[in-house]
């Protein structure tokens, strides 16, 4: 895709442009074809809403057959579309080669090459037993390959093998946004509207008007481009470096800025929930013991309570957790994918193995930015000195990661034992309170001890219960485990990279950094994924 200003760091207007690829599926008769148009223009108007501040395109997948296939097709080449990007494209999949294919049309061939014409691309599908397995394979390779597919049907049962019905079914079995549109009246109706690929195109849109200053943005990105010049001992690299600079250094940076913002935000707002349950305890039992007489004291639980509710709606709403972990992994991605531009190393969009399936999709929004990004990449002009770039990478990459990593290992198992022991003393101190009450030890020596004692009993073992949540929170331990393993894996890439002979086998290596990277953050992805600000 063409995308023309859209990339400017001097008013932090990073743009991410989306192509949507829209698949078809329906019948070949239809009833009325102007209200089935009409419906098609509401699912394009829709998906132009949904990216308001995102400048994209469409891609008609569709084998044009007659009817549905070619009505879609024709509706979806001639929408306009955001200026700065290309017009809609067309690609067709045939489901038998063109000279048995058109056996199928009577009097519609010419309308069918007119549109073949106006393909970007053409693929012929593997041949199948039957004319039917040849329908339905091509049935199944629309939906498996489309973000959305519009259906044209009429509720009713597949009349054969790879009828309409039968495509429907399997692109809900796959989880695919569905638009059905009857074929009959014209009637739209949506399946699965909240999730999958148009939560996708949701969250890119959310990503694209996210603000910045121009003014932090260009602070990051000079400072992140004096670190390469301080590291890099070879001057071939500069000039790229300088490329990267204006195309993706800025990228990365606003991803990382933002990622730090909410993370901020989420971190804060959950330490504050579980600071201020402790105080509501605290002060309820506080008021009851003390001052029985001044109920208007309740008034300041009200107001803690008040505070959780107040952080635990504007944290959903935000969507603080989601937005730190998808734009931490697209900035750690963009990292990586940074030396790799460096080492002139391809790079395969980003997949999540069975066992991190919970991670990401496959066509998720950020690897689909990252993908973007990747390919606005400048291209190397000459090969580098080779032990100048190996000294480069391990230096600017790999040695400062190892350090980041143990650093983190170190502040996050301090963090875990420091909490961990809090809440030790807090539950031993309470034991003894509860002793001490028990055995109305030091009743005699003023009145207010069994109170005191009381207190200590209730608001203790909350402020421990809260410091627990903390730790458990922002999972302390595990991390540092994790971050403990990373630096040793590094520590043995290091040397790996310091005793390679020749760049190929320092392009393995640069690869299994990149695996390993990508894991990580899958693994850390899957840990807060699921971490959202609840009531404690």
Partial sequence: MEVNNLLSPDNGNLIIPAIIRIGVTGHRELSDEQLIRESVIKILTKLDDLLIHTPHTFKIISPLAEGADRLVAKEVLGWEVSKDVDKPTLKVVLPLPVDDYIQDFTESQNEFFNLLEEAESVQTLDKTDTRNGAYEQVGRFVVENCDVLIAIWDGKPAAGQGGTAEIVKYANDIGKSVFLINSIDGNLTVDQLDEHTLEFLKKLDIYNNENLSEKKIE????????????????????????????????????????????????????????????????????????????????????????????????????????????????????????????????????????????????????????????????????????????????????????????????????????????????????????????????????????????SIAIIFPAIGASLAGIRVHQEYLKNAERYRHMEQHLSSISKKIEDAKDMKTLTEILEVVNEMMLHENQDWRVVFLFQKLEAP
């Fill in 219 to 454: 602070s990051a990105i000079k400072f992140q481009y004096n670190v390469l010049i301080e590291r890099n001992r070879n001057s071939d690299i500069e000039p790229f470096l300088k490329q990267l600079k204006n195309t993706f250094i800025p990228h990365y940076v606003r991803a990382d800025l933002l990622a730090l913002h909410y993370q901020r935000y989420h971190i804060k707002a959950g330490n504050a929930i579980y600071i201020l349950a402790a105080m509501a305890v605290a002060t309820i039992t506080l008021q009851t013991l003390f001052l029985p007489h001044h109920p208007e004291f309740l008034w300041l639980e009200a107001i803690e309570i008040g505070a959780i509710l107040f952080l635990l709606f504007f944290s959903h709403k935000g969507e603080w957790n989601r937005k730190w972990i998808d734009y931490r992994f697209l900035a750690e991605r963009l990292r990586s994918g940074l030396f790799l531009c460096i080492a002139n190393i391809n790079c395969e969009p980003p997949r999540a193995p069975p066992h991190l399936s919970l991670s990401h999709k496959p066509d998720d929004w950020m690897v689909r930015a990252y993908m973007y990004v990747w390919g606005k990449k400048p291209k190397l002009q000459s090969e580098y000195q080779f032990d100048s770039l190996k000294k480069f990478l391990l230096e600017a990459w790999i040695n400062d990661q190892k350090s980041y990593y143990k650093k983190a290992s170190v502040r996050h198992r301090r963090k875990h034992t420091i909490y961990s022991s809090l809440c030790g003393i807090l539950f031993l101190i309470t034991f003894i309170a509860v002793i001490m009450h028990t055995l109305e030890i030091g009743e005699s020596w003023h009145y207010a001890i069994p109170k005191i004692l009381t």
